[in-house]
């Protein structure tokens, strides 16, 4: 049956920022090999037992393992160039710079999850946010699952909160995926003070990002961008204030603001997840069976996987 974007079905679609878990992984799973020149596998492994863990806990009807077939799409570079720039590998005509130990085991990861028969989900030109974003979007549209879980530890994807249509975010920055935080519009009000996850977004630009090459606007911290959001409504009215001489935002953050037109144009095509990639329907039930056992079996034993594809498959199958 056709799940997830095809025919009609209810239950829980689950998400997964495939990188954000992996990269927890390989830093988070030590490197145990049984012999120096085995393939590494301890991002593998990590990831299997996140998946394990995820599904026994949250008990998915769909699951969608979402990838970054461009980590740097050309537009948000168009938009900004500073956008993710310090990340660029030298030498690697743009490629991100990954550890060495971690970067033959992603492919080992899609490999593993096609054997199992676990969708993987990218599109060329788009991040893995944009994908879980349009899944997400179309999951809300057609009715296709009663709730949506997104599982990530990059607060980007706080703007998919949704509480109407059961929209929200697992985030596994802090507890990983044993004991993540759950995101919903209440998490957001208590947090950041503002209202649902398109004012999060609103202060995601403010504020801007190191870490994605988003300098924000100058002297504007989280805490003042989410004290702003909240008391103009959004990151449009704030700069029409701006612009208007609103006597509520002091003369130096107004002038600020205003000088900050160009960046804020910019950065908000940046932020924002795209909601409407160009992917095709997608077969995202849980499978009944390994979709090439043989295949499977010779995964497990190049990359010494017994332990946790046991565990996949347990939760998976019981069995």
């Known amino acids: 049956m056709t799940t997830g974007l095809g025919s009609p079905a209810r239950g829980t679609l689950l998400l997964l920022d495939s990188a954000s878990l992996f990269f927890r992984a390989f830093y988070g799973v030590p490197d145990r090999r049984p012999t120096p020149d085995a393939p590494p596998n301890n991002a593998v492994r990590g990831f299997l037992d996140m998946m394990a863990t995820l599904i026994v806990a949250h008990r998915p009807s769909h699951l969608v393992a979402c990838w970054d077939d461009d980590w740097r799409p050309a537009f948000r570079i168009a938009a900004l160039p500073s956008y993710k720039a310090h990340r660029v590998a030298g030498g690697s005509n743009g490629q991100e710079d990954v550890p060495p130990q971690l970067r033959p085991q992603i492919p080992a990861i899609a490999e593993i999850l096609a054997a199992f028969g676990l969708a993987r989900v990218g599109c060329p030109g788009y991040e893995a946010d944009d994908v879980i974003g349009t899944l997400a979007t179309r999951a809300v549209r057609d009715r296709r699952c009663s709730r949506v879980e997104i599982v990530t530890g990059d607060r980007d994807l706080f703007q998919l909160v ?15 995926v044993r004991s993540p935080d759950l995101v919903t519009e209440a998490y957001l009000r208590e947090r950041y003070g503002v209202e649902g996850g398109s004012g999060y977004a609103d202060v995601s630009v403010l504020r801007g990002d190191p870490s994605d090459g988003l300098p924000g606007v100058a002297g504007i911290g989280e805490k003042t961008a989410a004290a702003l959001i909240a008391s103009h409504g959004s990151l449009v009215a704030l700069r029409q204030a701006a612009r208007n001489g609103d006597p509520r935002l002091p003369p130096a953050r107004r ?18 997840v795209v909601l409407d990639c160009p992917i095709g329907a997608v077969e995202s039930q849980l499978p009944d069976h390994p979709a090439d056992p043989d295949r499977l079996m010779g995964l497990v034993a190049r990359y010494d996987l017994a332990a946790p594809a046991g565990r996949l498959t347990r939760a998976l199958w019981g069995n």
């Open 255 to 272: 002038l600020r603001l205003v000088e900050s037109s160009d960046y804020l144009d910019a950065a908000v095509s940046v932020v924002r």
């Open 162 to 176: 949704d509480d109407a249509h059961a929209v929200r975010v697992l985030y596994t920055a802090k507890g990983g």
